[in-house]
T-cell receptor, first 114, second 111 residues
């Protein structure tokens, strides 16, 4: 059981380039999340999804886009990379966050925009 | 919006000593509370959670936390720490569909 898989693990982008961070889970979880983690700032929610075809903005969605065409995959798109998007990005999934179930996190993608 | 405050950014403690990592949350509505641990270059792992019922919650690796509604706190404790407990610890609150994380506390266990 792989859990939550994120690719790539590391990436360096030039300003203005675009890229997609991949996230896949094999636990048949309905809920999926994208966070960014900046030093001393904790995790901030970028986008989340409560099921295939449904996405919603979190605290810091500007500069990002997401889609959820399948239950398994939840890619995060950066269209015009900016230095402010240098961060560590975590994807997470949960069957149902409201009671007994927990979030499972991927290992993260470390992105530098230069 | 919910906010979560972790009062200490860094906590050094000697091996086998007790430790408390402090966390306060802001919401007055129903909220679920969590503590996560992050080891270097890894994702977050759940230590424990408070959903309802007993205010003292026990988690993995000998950690426990106490939910205090009047003080809006959810402090994490361990009576005797080990070197392997050196990590970053995050307190989080779930309100609706969204998790709100604190800024983290770096626990360093000194031999």
């Amino acid at each position: 059981n792989a859990g939550v898989t994120q690719t790539p693990k590391f990436r360096i982008l030039k300003i203005g380039q675009s890229m997609t961070l991949q996230c896949a889970q094999d636990m048949n979880h309905n809920y999926m999340y994208w966070y960014r983690q900046d030093p001393g700032m904790g995790l901030k929610l970028i986008y989340y999804s409560v099921g295939a075809g449904i996405t919603d903005k979190g605290e810091v969605p500007n500069g990002y886009n997401v889609s959820r065409s399948t239950t398994e995959d939840f890619p995060l798109r950066l269209e015009l990379a900016a230095p402010s998007q240098t961060s560590v990005y975590f994807c997470a999934s949960s069957l149902d966050p409201t009671f007994k179930n927990i979030q499972y996190f991927g290992a993260g993608t470390r992105l530098s925009v230069l | 919006a919910q906010s979560v405050t972790q009062l200490d950014s860094q906590v050094p403690v000697f091996e086998e000593a007790p430790v408390e990592l402090r966390c306060n949350y802001s919401s007055s509505v129903s909220v679920y509370l969590f503590w996560y641990v992050q080891y270097p270059n890894q994702g977050l792992q759940l230590l424990l959670k408070y959903l309802s019922g007993s205010t003292l919650v026990k988690g993995i690796n000998g950690f426990e936390a106490e939910f205090n509604k009047s003080q809006t706190s959810f402090h994490l404790r361990k009576p005797s720490v080990h070197i392997s407990d050196t990590a970053e610890y995050f307190c989080a609150a779930l309100t609706g569909n969204q998790f709100y994380f604190g800024t983290g506390t770096s626990l360093t266990v000194i031999p």
